[in-house]
């Protein structure tokens, strides 16, 4: 049994849904292209998982956020998928690649053979197992990957209204997440490694407003300490945490946010793998010219830095899946992928985008005590990075301008006077 395509996209997420815009923009014809996900539904916009969809009112349900709203364009149900001819094979895992025959073939046990694949198979979310720790498999101890994870998560929250729940990881999963459970009325302490939340990204000074803000919506704080067992009661719940450090705390509810692992398992040993991710070129395309990878999945040149990057950002699933697109379909017309990264979240009433990297030495700059404040970064003499908190459009267009255009920087202190002003008029 099997079927046959001239393109197919494996994985169904974010990066998926826009390559399929892409592709009907580009004159795919009926027929030629295929996706194959292992999720039940089209793709959509999974950043609204850890936000909207876990609002106590009016939260956000599909069909609302089906990819490609998050750009503002054409939202893609199952409907637009079957009137323009693409195939979409939901519900399916494929488990078995073959790239030296151009084949797929799925749980089910059928084939799926392809001209073209773009590889678009994301993440997963590391589980507590994999440092040691069991119980993940608890009712109450919830991860955030999938639309499945977040109806659980809402679920399991709605048990336990006025109850204690415990974040696990200080990341963005993890903050977003204690932002929504503290909205639904649940008691939230955080637990992190760490010495501040965000590490990887944010500066002590940036990290301190959060979490201050936070404290004073109730939330706390563990710094410095993980997770070392649970205790469960008859049923199997979990009704308190063991940290390393000795304490204990009681929970309803465990949230755990602790990265994700890109999903190359497929490819290994038929690909070229880097940094954790299926190596593409400038054109996305992997060690094999027939496959492409993009989104969470693709190690990529990222030229401003000059070396390659394997980001777990929406905007990159976004732009790197419309340019392997380009790449694929207008292979003479198409240039090497050219990506600032950039990076957004959104908790509470606050939201903040960082651009380029954040490498070299922070600047700070704005009113940490008030509601718009930002940094950059300088390294080797050059402004690489930008972070902004509370900024309007033109002032986010402005630090995303700046940072791409790595201006040299020869006074810091000068710098920071200017604060968003340089970057306004750059
Ligand atoms: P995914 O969207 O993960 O899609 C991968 C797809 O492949 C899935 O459908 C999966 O089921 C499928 N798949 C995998 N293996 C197989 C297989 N063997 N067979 C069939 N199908 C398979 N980024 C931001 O910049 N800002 C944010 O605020 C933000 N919030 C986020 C909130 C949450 C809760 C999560 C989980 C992520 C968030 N992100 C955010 C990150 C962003 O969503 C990802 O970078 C983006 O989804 C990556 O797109 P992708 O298509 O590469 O992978």
Redesign the pocket.
């Known amino acids: 049994m099997g079927r046959a395509f001239v393109y197919v996209i ?7 849904g826009y390559a399929a815009l892409e592709f009907t923009r580009r004159g795919v014809s009926h027929g030629e292209l295929c996706i ?4 039940p539904v089209a ?1 959509y ?3 609204a ?3 909207g969809f876990l609002l106590p009112e009016n939260p956000a349900r599909l069909p609302s956020f089906h990819t490609c709203v998050g750009a503002n364009e054409e939202r893609l149900t199952p409907k637009w998928y079957k009137e323009h001819g693409i195939e979409l094979v939901p519900g ?4 078995s690649a073959d790239v030296r025959r151009k084949t797929l073939l799925t749980a089910a046990g059928e084939t799926i053979s392809y001209k073209i694949l773009v590889i ?6 590391l589980k507590l197992e994999e440092f040691g720790v069991s119980g993940s498999d608890a009712a109450n101890v919830c991860y ?3 639309l499945a994870d ?1 109806n659980r998560l809402v679920n399991v929250m709605q048990s336990c209204a006025g109850g204690n729940a415990v974040v696990i990881g200080g990341g ?2 993890g903050m ?1 997440c204690a932002a929504s459970l503290v909205i639904n009325k649940i008691n939230v302490t955080m637990v992190f490694p760490e010495a501040h939340c965000m590490a990887r990204l944010f500066t002590p000074k940036i990290a301190s407003y959060y979490e201050d803000y936070y404290e004073s919506k109730g939330v706390k704080f563990i710094k410095g300490t993980v997770l070392s067992s649970f205790e469960f009661d008859s049923s199997g719940k979990v009704t308190a945490v063991n940290l390393r450090d000795g304490s204990r705390l009681p929970a309803d509810i465990v949230v755990v946010g602790i990265g994700i692992r890109p ?1 190359t398992s ?1 490819f290994e040993g038929q690909l070229t793998l880097e940094k954790g991710g299926i190596k593409v070129n400038g054109q996305l395309q992997s060690s094999n010219n027939s496959v492409y990878a ?4 693709a190690t990529f040149p990222v030229k401003l830095f000059g070396e390659t990057r394997r ?7 976004r732009k790197s ?1 419309g340019h392997a697109v380009a790449a694929i379909m207008e292979p003479e017309k198409t240039g090497e992928f050219d990506y600032l990264p ?5 908790v509470f009433t606050m939201s903040w985008q960082f651009y380029g990297d954040n490498a070299g030495e922070a600047v700070h700059f704005g009113d940490y005590s008030g509601h718009t404040f930002g940094a950059y970064w300088i390294n080797k003499g050059h402004l690489v990075g930008s972070f902004l908190e509370g900024g309007t459009k033109e002032e986010y267009e402005a630090i995303a301008k700046a940072t791409r255009l790595k201006p040299e920087i020869e006074d810091l202190i000068e710098l920071q006077k200017q604060g968003l002003d340089f970057a306004l008029t750059v």
Do not use: C, M, Q
């Open positions: 494996l994985g169904g997420g974010v990066a998926a194959i996900s292992e999720e793709p916009e999974r950043p998982l850890s936000k399916t895992r494929v488990k678009a198979t994301g993440a997963r979310a955030l990957r999938d977040a963005y999963i977003e999903n497929l993009v989104g969470d999945v980001l777990e950002h929406v905007d990159s699933a899946a950039f990076f957004y979240s959104r």
